[in-house]
């Protein structure tokens, strides 16, 4: 039987943050959770929005402002989730942006690549250790079928490039990294015989506020006619971070999509990746360029290591910020 709702257990007595909740799949995710039992943190950028969705999702929730443009907002955000709660049994990377109105973030980052995936590194490094506290937890990173438009490996430059506002490979190239970051944590995760795992989703094509940023010209029709085609509706295409963050049939180090129509629509299935995204060399450059940028080091060892016998013994501590 194709895996839908009805196959989330209960979620009492677990707590997860969902950054982007304020809107689209991550409301739609963060509603399914509380529905379930869970209690809810929903990051968002703006108190108000953040507001009228709890008002939405019900059950037990609480807002939490995090601006991932910012890495200020990302550590103040850490800190509060820090003093507030004592564990974190499920932490989805959602939100997202696609060519959005500025070029770059507050820290100079290309806006894609800040926003998507340096905001989200340097989240989890920052709350990693509350997870590996809560046994069976999982860390979700959402990634996208455009991953297979972030051509050619990501350094400094493209990292803090002015002109990536309106440009799909910079899109692409932030999604990429999103696959490349939650194989590399798993990864290392394993390594260090940490129990929390790491797995990334994508929900094939859904009619969100995603869609409202400025395209380049050329794109326009081409988006147009694949949402009007291939789309699936948001509850629809929160479905796979949803079987990531609850189904523990499903392994660290999967990628789930929709199963349908060139994995645009569908129940959710293991999904495929770009050979980029596989490039396991690549994804420990990333890795390492992450942490450089950000100044978040996670206290796990390089991937494939062999696995460090006092790692075992204190798996991942406080990290620096
Ligand atoms: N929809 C699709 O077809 C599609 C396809 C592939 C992948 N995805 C991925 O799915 C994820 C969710 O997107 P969506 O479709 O649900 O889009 P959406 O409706 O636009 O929602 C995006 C969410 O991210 C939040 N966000 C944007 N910038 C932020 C920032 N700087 N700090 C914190 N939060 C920020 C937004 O907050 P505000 O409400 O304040 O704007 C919103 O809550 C994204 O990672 C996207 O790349 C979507």
Redesign the pocket.
């Known amino acids: 039987m194709a895996w839908s709702t009805a196959h989330i257990h209960d979620q009492r007595g677990r707590t997860a943050l969902i950054?982007?909740?304020?809107?689209?799949?991550?409301?739609?995710t963060a509603r399914e959770l509380a529905a379930r039992g869970a209690h809810v943190v929903l990051?968002?950028?703006?108190r108000a929005?953040?507001r009228a969705?709890a008002h939405r999702v019900g059950g037990s929730n609480e807002v939490l402002r995090?601006?991932?443009?910012?890495l200020d907002?990302v550590r103040e955000a850490a800190a509060e989730v820090r003093g507030r709660h004592g564990r974190l049994d499920l932490l989805i990377?959602?939100?997202?942006?696609?060519f959005?109105p500025y070029a770059r973030?507050q820290d100079g980052f290309e806006a894609h690549f800040g926003?998507?995936h340096l905001?989200h590194f340097a989240l989890t490094g920052l709350l990693l250790d509350l997870m590996t506290q809560a046994p069976g937890s999982r860390v979700v990173t959402?990634?996208?079928?455009?991953h297979r438009a972030g051509l050619g490996r990501c350094g400094e430059r493209e990292a803090r490039a002015a002109d990536g506002r309106r440009s799909l490979t910079a899109?692409g190239r932030?999604?990429l990294a999103?696959l490349m970051f939650a194989r590399e944590l798993q990864h290392r995760l394993a390594s260090a015989r940490v129990p929390t795992v790491s797995l990334s989703a994508?929900?094939?094509?859904?009619?969100?506020?995603?869609?409202?940023g400025d395209p380049p010209a050329l794109l326009r029709p081409v988006a147009a006619a694949a949402?009007k085609g291939l789309?699936q509706p948001?509850d629809r295409?929160a479905l796979p971070?949803l079987r990531a963050a609850t189904d523990h049939r499903v392994p660290g180090g999967a990628h789930l999509g929709p199963g349908e129509r060139f994995e645009s629509r569908g129940a959710p299935r293991p999904a495929r990746s770009s050979r980029a995204a596989r490039d396991v060399a690549a994804q420990a450059e990333l890795w390492d360029l992450s942490q450089k940028l950000t100044g978040v080091s996670y206290s796990l060892g390089p991937a494939h290591a062999a696995a460090d016998p006092a790692a075992a013994v204190c798996p991942v501590r406080g990290v620096a910020g």
């Open positions: 950054t982007g909740a304020s809107a689209g799949i991550g409301l739609e990051a968002c950028r703006d929005r953040g969705a995090l601006d991932l443009a910012s907002s990377n959602n939100a997202g942006v696609m959005p973030t926003v998507n905001g959402v990634s996208s079928l455009a899109y932030s999604k999103n994508h929900p094939g094509l859904s009619p969100t506020g995603l869609w409202h949402l789309a948001v295409a971070s």
